[in-house]
């Protein structure tokens, strides 16, 4: 579907630019055994594609303590750069989170993630992306809420594929957030969207079935929706053209990334070439991978190997729905 835009981007150096929030998640299993492990949804799905072979961008803010040099160690060991990485005086931000096989349920301690700040560096990088990729969490605060917009702007402007994680939490907003017709009418610049369920219901309300959500997210415009629906696969509208992939079944120890690693592995496929059905396979396998660990980030087999195995996810046939 982006296959046209994305060959005109051969030359550009970055496959996508993420800007949003980098974290130290704080994970207690069953036994209350307490990890502080990477997190930030933004910048897991960086550290995935750059261990997917790509080359991620990631444009956040975190604070000058011992969590931030867990960060960026965390960083340099996978060779990310830290280009548009900005430290601030205040702490870096954390969530807590139980491990969870269901959706975790965050507690959020909010400090450095929203100072990010629209510098001549970033301007330049969005010129030299192909998919610019932004959460819901920067839109929540200033001065990051500004810095999305223009970014926005200026990745439309460049004709960067544009696409966004709208990880709603009502914990997460301020007086400072995006009104909600805001939200809504900024839906009109997005290529790409990934929502949950429940996303869906916190941007058009309760109450209505995967298919009015689906004509809702349409309505507003957006190529290609990705919605996930945890073990019942993803529903997928491609231009108005809808289809519903089965999930894998697996055993889950945690479900903390799984959607990160989703946003990887389709964007790993999509970067390489591959059509909707045989992206969406790849996403559902490194979900996978990512499900059986505990916390958002675990080493991953090269991508040669996730498109061999890309049958074993595609088997089962997609199922047109109109």
Same mark, same amino acid.
Not at 142 to 150: A, D, G, N
């Given at each position: 579907?982006?296959?046209?835009?994305?060959s005109?981007?051969?030359?550009?150096?970055?496959?996508?630019?993420?800007?949003g929030?980098?974290?130290?998640?704080?994970?207690?299993?069953?036994?209350?055994?307490?990890?502080?492990?990477?997190? #930030?949804s933004?910048?897991?799905?960086?550290?995935?594609?750059?261990q997917?072979?790509?080359?991620?961008? +990631?444009?956040?803010?975190?604070?000058?303590?011992?969590?931030?040099?867990?960060?960026?160690?965390?960083?340099?060991?996978?060779k990310?750069?830290t280009d548009?990485?900005?430290?601030?005086?205040?702490?870096?931000?954390?969530?807590?989170?139980?491990?969870?096989?269901?959706?975790?349920?965050?507690?959020?301690?909010r400090l450095?993630?929203?100072?990010?700040?629209? &510098?001549?560096?970033?301007?330049?990088?969005?010129?030299?992306?192909?998919?610019?990729?932004?959460?819901?969490?920067?839109?929540?605060?200033?001065?990051?809420?500004?810095?999305?917009?223009?970014?926005?702007?200026?990745?439309?402007?460049?004709?960067?594929?544009?696409?966004?994680?709208?990880?709603i939490?009502?914990?997460?907003?301020?007086?400072?957030?995006?009104?909600?017709?805001?939200?809504?009418?900024?839906?009109?610049n997005?290529?790409?969207?990934?929502?949950?369920?429940?996303?869906?219901?916190?941007?058009f309300?309760? #109450?209505?079935?995967?298919?009015q959500?689906?004509d809702?997210?349409?309505?507003?415009?957006?190529?290609?929706?990705?919605?996930? +629906?945890?073990?019942?696969?993803?529903?997928? &509208?491609?231009?108005g053209?809808?289809?519903?992939?089965?999930?894998?079944?697996?055993?889950? +120890?945690?479900?903390?990334?799984? #959607?990160?690693a989703?946003?990887?592995?389709?964007?790993?496929?999509?970067?390489?070439? +591959?059509?909707?059905?045989?992206?969406?396979?790849?996403?559902?396998?490194? &979900?996978?991978?990512?499900?059986?660990?505990?916390?958002?980030?675990?080493?991953?087999p &090269?991508?040669?190997?996730?498109?061999?195995?890309?049958?074993?996810?595609?088997n089962?046939?997609?199922q047109?729905?109109?």
């Amino acid at each position: 579907m982006f296959k046209e835009r994305l060959s005109v981007f051969t030359k550009r150096p970055h496959d996508v630019l993420l800007m949003g929030e980098l974290l130290v998640d704080e994970i207690r299993d069953e036994n209350n055994t307490l990890f502080l492990t990477f997190g #930030g949804s933004p910048s897991n799905i960086a550290l995935n594609l750059k261990q997917l072979g790509l080359n991620p961008l +990631l444009s956040a803010t975190i604070g000058n303590d011992a969590e931030a040099r867990f960060l960026l160690s965390t960083l340099e060991k996978y060779k990310l750069s830290t280009d548009l990485i900005r430290t601030v005086d205040e702490p870096t931000s954390r969530v807590q989170l139980s491990d969870s096989k269901e959706t975790p349920v965050p507690i959020f301690k909010r400090l450095s993630d929203f100072y990010i700040d629209y &510098s001549e560096r970033l301007n330049e990088s969005i010129k030299t992306t192909k998919i610019f990729h932004f959460s819901y969490w920067p839109l929540t605060k200033e001065p990051s809420k500004s810095t999305v917009l223009k970014a926005i702007a200026r990745a439309k402007a460049e004709g960067v594929i544009i696409a966004f994680d709208p990880n709603i939490h009502n914990d997460l907003k301020t007086a400072e957030t995006l009104s909600h017709d805001l939200l809504l009418g900024l839906l009109k610049n997005v290529d790409i969207i990934k929502p949950s369920l429940d996303d869906a219901a916190r941007l058009f309300g309760d #109450g209505y079935s995967k298919d009015q959500y689906m004509d809702f997210f349409e309505a507003a415009g957006i190529p290609l929706i990705l919605m996930t +629906l945890g073990k019942d696969g993803v529903y997928v &509208s491609e231009q108005g053209q809808r289809r519903h992939f089965m999930a894998n079944t697996i055993d889950v +120890l945690d479900a903390t990334g799984a #959607g990160d690693a989703f946003w990887s592995g389709f964007y790993a496929g999509l970067l390489n070439g +591959l059509d909707l059905a045989d992206s969406i396979a790849c996403a559902q396998s490194i &979900s996978a991978i990512v499900l059986q660990s505990i916390g958002a980030i675990t080493e991953l087999p &090269s991508f040669s190997k996730i498109y061999q195995r890309r049958h074993d996810y595609a088997n089962s046939l997609s199922q047109p729905s109109r």
